[in-house]
């Protein structure tokens, strides 16, 4: 599997649509300072589902659309879209080209595609859960991510290990199905209640 383009629209700096192209191998990106380097992998993992502001270096979701310029009006909506190469199978689904499409409007509502399909982000998430890409996974080091990885306590050393090794998603699955329990449990005692009530 490998990433073959990213395709970015009202995020951040980018107001208008840039796609970029990648080849199998080492993609470098280079330019000036605030050029939108680091803005590149903050869409990734947005796309790939990231939920804190903070992680997309902004203070609230809304910071990631595009705010205006002296040139260009501000705009209600960002795209991104990643497009993946399957042709290995890396990702167990039968199709050898993936996008995984997220748009964010400014009321605050977010739209998820699975090849153009709408889909809940859950989706997304359980499809690339065994393929090493995800939002938890640490196929995604931004900036400063790197010092706090080396820095860490051991408790978060642990879930990075435990990410990477593809226990967290084991994890999250427990944590779905334990919820659902509960919700099944307090069914139960209504059920009680109305059939002594009856
Ligand atoms: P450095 O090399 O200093 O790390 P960089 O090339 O990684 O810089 P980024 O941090 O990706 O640059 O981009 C910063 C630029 O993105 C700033 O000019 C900032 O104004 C712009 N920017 C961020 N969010 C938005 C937004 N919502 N709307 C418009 N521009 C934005």
Redesign the pocket.
Known sequence: MFLRSISIRGF??F?NKSVIKLEPGVTTIV??????????V?AVLWVLGEQRPKSL??STMQ???????NIKQSLGLAEVTLRLDNNDGAIPIEYNEITITRRAYRSGENEYFLNNTPCRLLDIQEMLSDSGLGREMYSVIS?GKLDNILNCKPEARRQLIEGTAGVLKHKERKKRALRKLIATDKNIVRISDILSEI
């Open positions: 951040k700096s107001a330019g000036p300072n605030g050029s939108g380097k680091s803005n590149i903050d270096r902004g910071d990631i659309i595009f705010s205006g310029s900036q």
